[in-house]
């Protein structure tokens, strides 16, 4: 029994070892069923709660303990989008978009509308963005991905496309959800300032006026909403409010203020500014 007893936990190493760290290569997680959402939560834990997000995402042990959470259920979506997403941070889409598909292949119902905000905002893939808006609609109507309804997205992606009358129904349906069905409910600035973006690009100055007002009076140091109220006062012959606030947006940006998404950090939203186009503006008017 004695001689044995060595050789018993020198077996039992290599499992316990490894608990709340990335598995060497060529090692295998303890047996499990990965078709149970407790195993597989439990898996989650082990590897991602209790190791990666306790590192920084630049780090490659990130990417270690996704492979090793991989490699012991592949059939986990998450797994694959946390692998992607120091990839997607750093620009690097090449390698993401793979991973992004798989999480997209084993979960639609959680992982197609992110894919589309990624399409969206960070490859500027607006065709493909809408693509998966539609079809994610589908599975779950009304649902909403990093804060916004799936019509925010379809319509800045058809903005960008200059499919103006399709953005202008797609923000208003995002308006409608918004408001709720008692009407109350308050339109978040950004749908409000692509909305005038829109309706700016149209050439309905009036109406872009209205929205991207309604925009600065739920956040006055908006740079883009300035930017473009003052090239919409300018279109209409208003020389004095487009030097007003083109001036405002100047201040803001050297205030710190920015157009106001998570993801700023990360990729360039459309209509995002800086301050040499307000400059350049500003020179043009005469300043």
């Known amino acids: 029994m004695g001689k044995w007893w060595p050789l018993f936990l020198s077996l039992l190493a290599p499992a316990y070892s490894s608990y709340g760290q990335p598995a060497a290569a060529g090692s295998s997680a303890l047996a499990g069923d990965c078709g149970s959402k407790a195993y597989q939560d439990s898996l989650v834990a082990r590897y991602l709660d209790r190791g ?101 997205f379809e319509g800045v992606s058809e903005l960008e496309l200059g499919n103006y009358k399709r953005a202008e129904t797609a923000f208003a349906h995002d308006m409608a959800l918004q408001r709720g069905t008692d009407g109350t409910g308050e339109i978040h600035f950004n749908t409000l300032f692509y909305a005038g973006m829109v309706a700016a690009a149209s050439k309905q100055h009036a109406q872009a006026e209205l929205y991207l007002q309604q925009c600065l009076k739920v956040y006055p140091q908006y740079p883009e909403a300035n930017y473009y109220l003052a090239l919409t006062y300018r279109a209409q012959g208003r020389p004095a409010l487009a030097r007003q606030h083109l001036e405002a947006a100047q201040r803001a940006l050297t205030g710190g203020y920015r157009l106001n998404e998570d993801n700023i950090f990360y990729a360039n939203y459309p209509g995002q500014i800086t301050e040499h186009e307000v400059t350049q503006a500003l020179k043009q008017s005469g300043n």
């Open 52 to 152: 990666a997000h306790r590192i920084s995402h630049l780090s490659p042990q990130w990417g270690q303990y996704c492979d090793s959470l991989i490699a012991a259920c592949p059939n986990i979506a998450y797994a694959y989008q946390q692998k992607a997403m120091p990839l997607i941070k750093c620009g690097d889409y090449a390698k993401a978009f793979p991973l992004v598909n798989k999480a997209v292949e084993l979960d639609a119902n959680r992982w197609l509308a992110y894919r589309g905000f990624l399409k969206c905002i960070f490859t500027k893939d607006y065709t493909g963005a809408i693509a998966d808006f539609q079809r994610v609609a589908k599975l779950k109507p009304n649902g909403r991905e990093m804060d916004h309804t799936y019509s925010f």
